[in-house]
Nanobody, 123 residues
Framework: QVQLVESGGGLVQAGGSLRLSCAASGRTFSRYAMGWFRQAPGKEREFVAAISWSGDSTDYADSVKGRFTISRDNAKNTVYLQMSSLKPEDTAVYYC????????????????WGQGTQVTVSS
């Protein structure tokens, strides 16, 4: 199986930057797409970004395009989410996820996910 552990969340002022990391372990998936979802209090889970195993393909929610960048380092079994120009509306728990298929990740149908890391953006 695959285990995912997020880190890097915290409190940041509006306009600031933060980088989230997701460390993957396990041997069930030798090649898999990964992504990030978020959920704010009282709101539905929202897709943020996804990346293919090779890194050739990425997908972003319209709300974060131009501000967030997803990347991965397969040698370190880690995916990153670089967040810039943060807004209070970005406040949420951010979850890392993984699946064999990039479309499945984008659609919210993934086999694995982490425990989440809190991101809070103050005004």
């Amino acid at each position: 199986q695959v285990q995912l552990v997020e880190s890097g969340g915290g409190l940041v002022q509006a306009g600031g930057s933060l980088r989230l990391s997701c460390a993957a372990s396990g041997r069930t998936f030798s090649r898999y797409a990964m992504g990030w979802f978020r959920q704010a209090p009282g709101k539905e889970r929202e897709f943020v970004a996804a990346i293919s195993w090779s890194g050739d393909s990425t997908d972003y929610a319209d709300s974060v395009k131009g501000r967030f960048t997803i990347s991965r380092d397969n040698a370190k079994n880690t995916v990153y989410l670089q967040m810039s120009s943060l807004k209070p509306e970005d406040t949420a728990v951010y979850y890392c996820c993984a699946d064999r298929s990039l479309p499945q990740v984008v659609a919210g149908r993934y086999d694995y996910w982490g425990q989440g890391t809190q991101v809070t953006v103050s005004s």
